[in-house]
């Protein structure tokens, strides 16, 4: 299949996402991905990872011994996935529009990436691709969040540090049109200059700006919550790299998933809760698990 070229939001928080989500939701939904998905799965079968982002989970397939294929829209995750786990098959492509010549005996979809197709039109494209590319009777697994967990979006802002980054996200639902907007505003640190006199003379990259200029409610979050640490904004810390994404996402209701599935052509579906799919952690609240076989 002839690769695709997009824009993606995810372009402009590629390393922010590959260093920093890897420890979130991967850990908490490894027990359903064992329960409910691996466990359909023969020895060896050929798997597709959907909306694979940086391949945290896709890892997880190789590691199994799976022959897997990991499929994004964002190059630029794409990238870090070819270069972490050389033995999969990347490509860049678009969920609601792709086809390969071999079929899968099963494929998967996490981390509510199917929440990022923005109309019920492409969800059912999704499913339809993700059909037509199935053995009969192989299963299909994903999470969606629902309302609930949307809800939980009271629009404040969260920090988020690794060495060398520094993130703020905050999410806003809009119960009136069930979209969802996270708004990430993140900080790579560029190398420090050795004195304020050279501090003020370095060339700035042309998105560089002082992490100073990071919107006041951020940075007093930040402090707020961070009060025992250094004050990552100190001025002798040189200079931050800004860069700004937004991500938006559709709820849907479950009868409106179940009603997309059946019209793509799936027989058994089968609906899990978070605590029936074994997940306990937070990230679990309002999150449903579907096993839909092909
Ligand atoms: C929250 S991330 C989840 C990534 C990965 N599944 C994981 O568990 O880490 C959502 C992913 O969906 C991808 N995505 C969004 N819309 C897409 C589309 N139309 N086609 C392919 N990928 C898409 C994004 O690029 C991003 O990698």
Same mark, same amino acid.
């Not at 372009?11 to 991967?26: E, F, G, S, T």
């Not at 990991?70 to 050389?86: K, M, N, T, V």
């Not at 969920?95 to 071999?102: A, I, Q």
């Given at each position: 299949?002839?690769?695709? #070229?997009?824009?993606?939001?995810?372009?402009?928080?590629?390393?922010?996402?590959?260093? $920093?989500?890897?420890?979130?939701?991967?850990?908490?939904?490894?027990? $359903?991905?064992?329960?409910?998905? +691996?466990?359909?799965?023969?020895?060896?079968?050929?798997?597709?990872?959907?909306?694979?982002? !940086?391949?945290?989970?896709?890892?997880?397939?190789?590691?199994? @011994?799976?022959? *897997?294929?990991?499929?994004?829209?964002?190059?630029?995750?794409?990238?870090?996935?070819?270069?972490?786990?050389? =033995?999969?098959?990347?490509?860049?492509?678009?969920?609601?529009?792709?086809? +390969?010549?071999?079929?899968?005996?099963?494929?998967?979809?996490? %981390?509510?990436?199917?929440? #990022?197709?923005?109309?019920?039109?492409?969800?059912?494209?999704?499913?339809?691709?993700?059909?037509?590319?199935?053995?009969?009777? &192989?299963? %299909?697994? +994903?999470?969606? /969040?629902?309302?609930? &967990?949307?809800?939980?979006?009271?629009?404040?802002?969260?920090?988020?540090?690794?060495? @060398?980054?520094?993130? %703020?996200?905050?999410?806003?639902?809009?119960?009136?049109?069930?979209?969802?907007?996270? =708004?990430?505003?993140?900080?790579?640190?560029?190398?420090?200059?050795?004195?304020?006199? /050279?501090?003020?003379?370095?060339?700035?990259?042309?998105? &560089?700006?002082?992490? $100073?200029? *990071?919107?006041?409610?951020?940075?007093?979050?930040?402090?707020?919550?961070?009060?025992?640490?250094?004050?990552?904004?100190? =001025?002798?810390?040189?200079?931050?790299?800004?860069?700004?994404?937004?991500?938006?996402?559709?709820?849907?209701?479950?009868?409106?998933?179940? =009603?997309?599935?059946?019209?793509?052509?799936? @027989?058994?579906?089968?609906?899990?809760?978070?605590?029936?799919?074994? *997940?306990? #952690? !937070?990230?679990?609240?309002?999150?449903? +698990?579907?096993?839909? %076989?092909?």
């Amino acid at each position: 299949m002839p690769e695709s #070229h997009f824009v993606s939001p995810y372009d402009a928080i590629a390393a922010l996402y590959h260093r $920093a989500w890897d420890d979130w939701y991967l850990p908490a939904a490894l027990p $359903a991905l064992e329960r409910l998905f +691996f466990s359909e799965l023969a020895p060896g079968a050929r798997v597709l990872d959907a909306c694979c982002g !940086s391949g945290h989970v896709t890892r997880e397939l190789v590691i199994r @011994g799976y022959d *897997v294929t990991g499929l994004d829209s964002s190059a630029s995750l794409i990238a870090h996935a070819r270069q972490e786990l050389p =033995e999969a098959k990347f490509i860049i492509a678009d969920v609601r529009d792709f086809s +390969f010549s071999e079929p899968f005996n099963g494929a998967l979809s996490t %981390f509510d990436s199917l929440n #990022h197709l923005l109309t019920y039109t492409d969800l059912c494209a999704a499913f339809r691709c993700v059909r037509r590319t199935l053995c009969t009777g &192989a299963p %299909f697994f +994903f999470d969606m /969040n629902l309302e609930e &967990a949307y809800e939980m979006d009271l629009g404040e802002w969260m920090r988020c540090e690794r060495e @060398g980054y520094l993130g %703020f996200t905050r999410g806003i639902y809009s119960r009136a049109t069930h979209r969802a907007r996270t =708004e990430i505003v993140w900080f790579e640190r560029q190398q420090a200059p050795t004195s304020a006199r /050279n501090r003020d003379r370095a060339p700035a990259a042309p998105m &560089a700006v002082r992490a $100073a200029e *990071v919107s006041e409610d951020a940075r007093l979050s930040a402090l707020n919550r961070d009060r025992q640490g250094a004050d990552p904004f100190d =001025e002798t810390s040189g200079l931050w790299r800004r860069r700004d994404a937004v991500v938006e996402e559709q709820c849907y209701t479950v009868d409106e998933i179940d =009603e997309a599935l059946r019209r793509a052509g799936f @027989g058994r579906i089968e609906r899990f809760s978070a605590l029936q799919a074994g *997940v306990t #952690h !937070s990230i679990g609240y309002g999150r449903v +698990f579907i096993r839909a %076989f092909a």
